[in-house]
């Protein structure tokens, strides 16, 4: 099977953030336009539930807005915003326990809205199948997102080492659930 999914790269302009201090809704909305969907993502992998998701969300875009004057020049914005809707999420879960959601409800969320591709529903049926909730959010994060290991495991609080033994080991379950020497 060939990898379909291309890794998309998000890049933000550092100067939104002074934009948006200086009231510009322009700047917001491209800020938004080209985080949402990593950032939703991001949270989905996390919550696994879609109302949690987008709640989440927009209280991180509401985070970003009244706090974009401490975001400092060192190191990636996705980083800063990510790091935002995990201690989010973090806070939610002191709050309640999320609910388990399926490979079903995942696929459109995560923009896989032409599920006829066969190759990218077997990808995410198997991510739910055999990986465990941390190599499925280290896999998400990557190929999805886009993210360097490096920003992952600082998103996430982890070694670098461990991140990436934990995406191997994920990529590595993929391949065996599809049969092994086949590419995902």
């Not at 790091?83 to 409800?105: G, H, V």
């Not at 990218?120 to 198997?126: D, G, P, T």
């Amino acid at each position: 099977m060939q990898q379909t999914a291309k890794k998309r790269k998000v890049y933000i302009d550092k100067t939104l953030f002074e934009r948006i201090r200086n009231g510009d809704q322009d700047a917001f909305r491209e800020l938004y336009e080209i985080t949402y969907t990593p950032l939703y993502a991001f949270l989905l992998s996390y919550t696994l539930n879609r109302e949690d998701a987008q709640d989440l969300l927009q209280d991180t875009f509401i985070k970003v807005f009244k706090n974009c004057h401490l975001y400092r020049e060192q190191g990636n914005p996705m980083a800063w915003m990510m790091k935002i809707a995990k201690n989010l999420f973090l806070t939610q879960c002191q709050k309640q326990r999320s609910d388990k959601m399926n490979y079903e409800d995942v696929e459109n969320e995560l923009g896989f809205d032409d599920m006829t591709n066969v190759d990218n529903r077997m990808v995410l049926e198997k991510m739910f199948e055999i990986l465990s909730e941390d190599d499925r959010n280290l896999i998400i994060l990557h190929d999805v997102s886009g993210l360097k290991h490096r920003e992952i495991a600082e998103i996430m609080g982890m070694p670098l080492g461990t991140v990436l033994a934990h995406y191997n080991r994920g990529i590595r379950k993929l391949q065996k659930g599809f049969g092994e020497g086949q590419p995902i």
